[in-house]
């Protein structure tokens, strides 16, 4: 017993220290102008106001990137600002502008301004989107000389900068997405098609954030493995349905291992149709994995019972370099038609 319950503590503190963070709020703050500045010429015979204007707020930036961890960077830090601009000075010399801020955020997430209802969507790496803008510089004294009033002692506060609350929202966007019971292969088989390094092991749960792996121009994302239940938020549950939701194809894997292979594919359309009906209706490829740790017959025979569900289905190994032929011909299909 005690062996178990050091088991269950080691996974445990895994889960929290691998688990993905995709669905956060924070606070963002955009810098303030930097105030005008009142200053007179202190040069021997010149007169007249010299203050200049302040420096504009720096901006804040959502910039994307493919590293699907990067919303960790907020877990401790949820309140960010950008720098403010430099207030105004004498003779003439302006504030410097304040640093803009740029976060990088996973392509593929949602940010939800929850200040003003709006929402905007990462979609390339590299691309930028404004989030909030700075505050304009203050005007000194030199820009409020007049023919009747040489001498002005007015200038402007800076504007502040905008102050928004977010939420952001990670929705891979991914061409093909990997379904299946726990330990069904679909981590093996990602990092054999890709270059990916999925996290491999025989016991459940190995795989507690979504993996990425590029097939040329294709992404393949292994999701972590659902269970009965997933979609009421039992497991891993919910927090990685959503991940389904955008892929265009589903490689679902069965393992030749279960005793119930049948069940098992029940099991997961179900819970996908629970969780958005739409799942269903999307092209799916059957695959019975570990097709190597099975006798002939066992095989032969687990096929059959899930061709009455999925005509297509397809025993597949990681060992079997034929097996791994036909998942590629399918995926340059899949590729040809994108």
């Given at each position: 017993?005690?062996?178990?319950?050091?088991?269950?503590?080691?996974?445990?503190?895994?889960?929290?220290?691998l688990?993905?963070?995709?669905?956060?709020?924070?606070?963002?703050?955009?810098?303030?102008?930097?105030?005008?500045?009142?200053?007179?010429?202190?040069?021997?015979?010149?007169l007249?106001?010299?203050?200049?204007?302040?420096?504009?707020?720096?901006?804040?930036?959502?910039?994307?990137?493919?590293?699907?961890?990067?919303?960790?960077?907020?877990?401790?830090?949820?309140?960010?600002?950008?720098?403010?601009?430099?207030?105004?000075?004498?003779?003439?010399?302006?504030?410097?502008?304040?640093?803009?801020?740029?976060?990088?955020?996973?392509?593929?997430?949602?940010?939800?301004?929850?200040?003003?209802?709006?929402?905007?969507?990462?979609?390339?790496?590299?691309?930028?989107?404004l989030?909030?803008?700075?505050?304009?510089?203050?005007?000194?004294?030199?820009?409020?000389r007049?023919?009747?009033?040489?001498?002005?002692?007015?200038?402007?506060?800076?504007?502040?900068?905008?102050?928004?609350?977010?939420?952001?929202?990670?929705?891979?966007?991914a061409?093909?997405?990997?379904?299946?019971?726990?330990?069904?292969?679909?981590?093996?088989?990602?990092?054999?098609?890709?270059?990916?390094?999925?996290?491999?092991a025989?016991?459940?749960?190995?795989?507690?954030?979504?993996?990425?792996?590029?097939?040329?121009?294709?992404?393949?994302?292994?999701?972590?493995?659902?269970?009965?239940?997933?979609?009421?938020?039992?497991?891993?549950?919910?927090?990685?349905?959503?991940?389904?939701?955008?892929?265009?194809?589903?490689?679902?894997?069965?393992?030749?291992?279960?005793?119930?292979?049948?069940?098992?594919?029940?099991?997961?359309?179900?819970?996908?149709?629970?969780?958005?009906?739409?799942?269903?209706?999307?092209?799916?490829?059957?695959?019975?994995?570990?097709?190597?740790?099975?006798?002939?017959?066992?095989?032969?025979?687990?096929?059959?019972?899930?061709?009455?569900?999925?005509?297509?289905?397809?025993?597949?190994?990681?060992?079997?370099?034929?097996?791994?032929k036909?998942?590629?011909?399918?995926?340059?299909?899949?590729?040809?038609?994108?």
């Open positions: 017993m005690a062996i178990r319950v050091a088991i269950f503590g080691f996974f445990s503190v895994s889960y929290i220290c688990m993905l963070i995709d669905d956060i709020k924070i606070k963002i703050s955009a810098g303030d102008g930097g105030k005008g500045a009142v200053a007179f010429n202190k040069n021997l015979m010149s007249g106001p010299t203050g200049a204007t302040g420096g504009n707020g720096g901006s804040v930036y959502a910039e994307g990137t493919s590293d699907i961890n990067a919303l960790r960077q907020f877990r401790f830090k949820k309140e960010l600002a950008a720098e403010d601009g430099e207030d105004g000075k004498s003779q003439f010399r302006d504030g410097q502008t304040g640093k803009d801020l740029f976060l990088k955020i996973p392509t593929g997430t949602v940010i939800y301004n929850l200040t003003t209802g709006t929402d905007v969507e990462v979609i390339k790496i590299g691309e930028r989107i989030l909030a803008q700075g505050g304009h510089g203050g005007k000194g004294n030199f820009h409020f007049s023919p009747k009033n040489t001498s002005p002692r007015r200038f402007q506060l800076g504007l502040p900068g905008e102050t928004f609350e977010l939420r952001l929202e990670i929705k891979l966007i061409d093909v997405g990997f379904v299946g019971l726990p330990n069904a292969g679909k981590s093996s088989m990602l990092n054999e098609l890709t270059n990916a390094k999925s996290k491999v025989n016991y459940p749960f190995t795989t507690l954030e979504p993996n990425l792996g590029a097939y040329y121009e294709l992404i393949l994302a292994d999701i972590p493995g659902l269970i009965e239940g997933s979609s009421t938020g039992k497991g891993l549950g919910i927090k990685f349905l959503k991940h389904i939701e955008r892929t265009k194809t589903l490689f679902h894997f069965i393992s030749a291992e279960s005793d119930e292979p049948a069940k098992d594919y029940k099991t997961i359309r179900k819970e996908l149709g629970e969780y958005n009906k739409t799942l269903l209706g999307k092209q799916e490829y059957l695959f019975l994995s570990k097709s190597d740790t099975v006798s002939a017959e066992v095989l032969s025979h687990k096929l059959s019972i899930l061709k009455k569900l999925n005509p297509a289905v397809m025993a597949v190994s990681i060992h079997d370099m034929d097996s791994i036909r998942v590629e011909k399918i995926l340059n299909s899949i590729k040809s038609e994108k």
